[in-house]
């Protein structure tokens, strides 16, 4: 089985898991070691849709932006990797024929955790919609982003940005950027790869270690993993395709 072929049969998978868990509750219920994350988050927004409070207490805002087409195009597939309940964090979606972002307000100094959630439900190859992310105008968070390439159609993927801010600026992988008016800044790059979106914001008062990530993608086929002399014959030559 090839990686593409793995990346169509995954939503299938993950069928099976989120009826799993419509019935056996919420898959984070059980991080029993995260408590009052509610009370931790700072600002969090369900891009492209509407209020949603989800399974760990979190209260996410409406989108307000303007700028971009707000999409429910993914509320057709079921998105793997999360509880039935939450599947709309990931199904609504913003974004933008051009580079877009959001103003975060900050209201004071400490570490801080941004969760920015991704599903690719449009596309079902990989190098069709890649982007980058940066922070306050002058930080890249992330490089050439293809959430297919990363997960497949149809599966949650986070991206995991831990900073700090301090005296006015933000504090990232040894770069800083000042901040204006207490607000950062998160812009979803256009490139010639289709167009920049996002499916839902967090901030929170804390760091990666203080915040329940997705679980893993389920295993690869053994066939995949196997050292390239095992794709030789006896002979020592190579099968044919």
Not at 13 to 25: K, N, R
Not at 56 to 66: E, H, I, T
Not at 160 to 182: P, Q, T, V
Request: proline share 5%.
């Amino acid at each position: 089985m090839t990686f593409i072929q793995l990346k169509f049969i995954q939503p299938f998978l993950w069928l099976i898991l989120a009826v799993t868990f419509s019935h056996c509750g919420s898959s984070q219920e059980s991080a029993s070691g995260f408590k009052n994350l509610a009370n931790k988050v700072a600002y969090a927004v369900n891009c492209g849709g509407e209020a949603h409070t989800d399974t760990l207490g979190v209260q996410y805002a409406r989108d307000m932006n303007k700028v971009g087409t707000a999409s429910d195009y993914g509320k057709q597939l079921l998105i793997g990797r999360v509880p039935q309940r939450d599947q709309i964090l990931y199904q609504t979606e913003r974004y933008h024929t051009s580079t877009f972002g959001y103003d975060i307000p900050i209201a004071e100094d400490g570490r801080y955790l941004l969760v920015l959630k991704f599903s690719e439900v449009y596309f079902n190859a990989p190098n069709m919609k890649v982007f980058d992310v940066v922070l306050n105008g002058d930080l890249t968070i992330a490089s050439d982003l293809d959430v297919f390439e990363r997960v497949g159609r149809g599966v949650a993927h986070d991206e995991y940005i831990d900073f700090e801010i301090k005296d006015g600026k933000i504090l990232y992988e040894g770069d800083e950027s000042e901040i204006s008016a207490g607000k950062i800044r998160v812009e979803f790059i256009k490139s010639y790869r289709d167009n920049p979106k996002v499916n839902a914001i967090i901030v929170l008062k804390g760091s990666l270690a203080e915040w329940p990530q997705l679980p893993p993608l389920p295993s690869e086929t053994e066939d995949e993993t196997l050292p390239e002399q095992n794709s030789k014959d006896s002979t020592g030559k190579n099968r044919n395709p």
